[in-house]
Each structure stands twice: as C-alpha cells, then as structure tokens.
C-alpha cells in the first residue's frame, strides 16, 4: 500500500507578509544600543567634564580682564574642545557596528540603509543637543558667582541665549560630522581622523 505526499505549495511572494520596522521603533533600537554602551557614557562624562571645567577657569581667568570679557564666552568658547568628543561619539556609533559585523542585524532588520542612517542621525543629535544643554545649564550656575555682577545678562538674548542656542547646535552638528565620517569610511580611527581634521 502505497500514500501519495501532498505538498503544500510555497505561498507566492505577494502573498508573504511584508513587515517593515516602523521609524519609531528603529529610533528606539538605536538609542537602546547607543546609550547601553560604555564608551558613549565616558565620552558624555568627559565632554560634561571639559566644559564645566574650562568654564570655570575662564571664569575665574576673566577676572583680570575687568568687564571686557563677555561672561557668555566662558560658556560656549570650551565647546571648541568638547566639540572634538562630539565628533568621535558620532563617528564610534555607527563605526562600532561595522567594527563588530551587528550593522548585519541591523539591515535585517531593517533593509533600508538610509532610514537606519536618519534613526542613528536623531539619537545622535538629540543625545549631544540633551547633555549640552545639561552641561550648560550646570556651568551658568557654577559660573555665576565668580562672575558676581558681571554675570550674563538674559535680558539681551543676542549676548545670551542666541549664543547658547548656537553651542548646541554647534554640538550637535559636530557629532553629524563625525556620524557622517563613520558612515563613508565605516573605520573607527579613520572617521575620528578625518572629523578631527576638518
């Protein structure tokens, strides 16, 4: 006696379903696998660290200067520094996963190479802009009683805000720069070369 094998026949294509990854859900993919890293939170801490710190002494600096010294550059001027640091993180979030071979998962998951380079772009950006504004907020109020009564003057927004505003901006395009380096070059020390270069 013999049975005869059906075979179901493989469903077509247009049949199978189709599931994309939403944006959403990359963006939240991309900051779970940014801020689980140490690197980003020592490279964070250092970066707090560089701008309180040097806004301190040139607060403390400015002291010589009489009122020449405008007190809102003790704040943005260290962000020439920190921008540097910006640049490597930016660089060392996407060069990390071509280092490690997980840019695979990543496509898998998600095919489209230029939805996952836009996620990677705003976690980096709004991470930078977030520990900026942090940073900044601690070096105004640790500044301000060296400064005394040459401390900022909010009321004029062009040697106030205006100038804040832009170090974030500043930072956050840096860490761009570095991100877009990293993604072009897709090695670590090649990207933070040619970040740091420019």
Known sequence: MST??????APSRAAQPNVR????????????KLLTLRSTWWSLGVTAVLAIGMS?????????????????????????????????????????????????STLTAEPRRGAVLLAKAVVVALILAATTIVTTI???IVSAPIFGDRAIEWSD??????????????????????????????????????????
């Not at 005869?4 to 026949?9: G, K, M, R, S």
């Not at 939403?22 to 900051?31: H, I, K, Q, T």
């Not at 020449?68 to 490597?88: E, R, S, W």
């Not at 070369?193 to 420019?198: E, K, Y």
């Open 157 to 198: 927004a062009e040697s106030s805000v205006i100038p804040l505003a832009f170090g974030v901006l500043a930072m956050a395009t840096f860490a761009l720069l570095g991100l877009g380096w990293g993604f072009i070059i897709r090695s670590g020390a090649g990207a933070i070369a040619a970040t740091v270069g420019l």
């Open 4 to 9: 005869t094998a059906v075979q179901t026949p």
């Open 56 to 104: 301190l002494l040139m607060a403390w600096a400015s002291q010589d200067f009489g009122g020449d010294f405008p007190p809102v550059n003790a704040i943005v001027a260290p962000m020439q520094f920190t921008m540097l640091v910006a640049g490597i993180l930016g660089a060392m979030a996407i060069t990390g996963e071509y280092s490690t071979g997980m840019i695979r």
């Open 138 to 140: 601690i070096s105004v």
């Open 21 to 32: 990854l939403s944006f959403g859900r990359l963006l939240r993919s991309e900051a779970i």
